[in-house]
């Protein structure tokens, strides 16, 4: 899906504060970013690598869950 500008689509980066790959994850978004890519970043503090699927039921993993959902269904549907 490209974006209207006929650039690249928008990224979406998850990192995590425990996770040993959130460095280059951030990384990773801010050369998205500096190649004119919309980026979103979401920090997740406190969080490890994948733990939404190791603590589904947890009150971070709904939340951050629910975050990544929301702007799925934004992405796929925008506002006419």
């Known amino acids: 899906m490209a974006s209207p ?3 690249p689509p928008p990224a979406y980066v998850v990192v995590c504060d425990l996770d040993p790959l959130r460095d280059p994850g ?21 969080a490890w690598h994948g733990f939404e699927l190791s603590a589904p039921g ?19 549907h925008p506002p006419l």
């Open 58 to 76: 947890t009150r971070l993993a709904r939340a951050m869950i629910t975050h990544w959902l929301t702007d799925l269904r934004a992405a796929l």
């Open 5 to 7: 500008t006929g650039g």
């Open 26 to 46: 951030l990384a990773y978004a801010r050369r998205l970013m500096d190649a004119g890519v919309p980026v979103t970043v979401r920090n997740v503090p406190g």
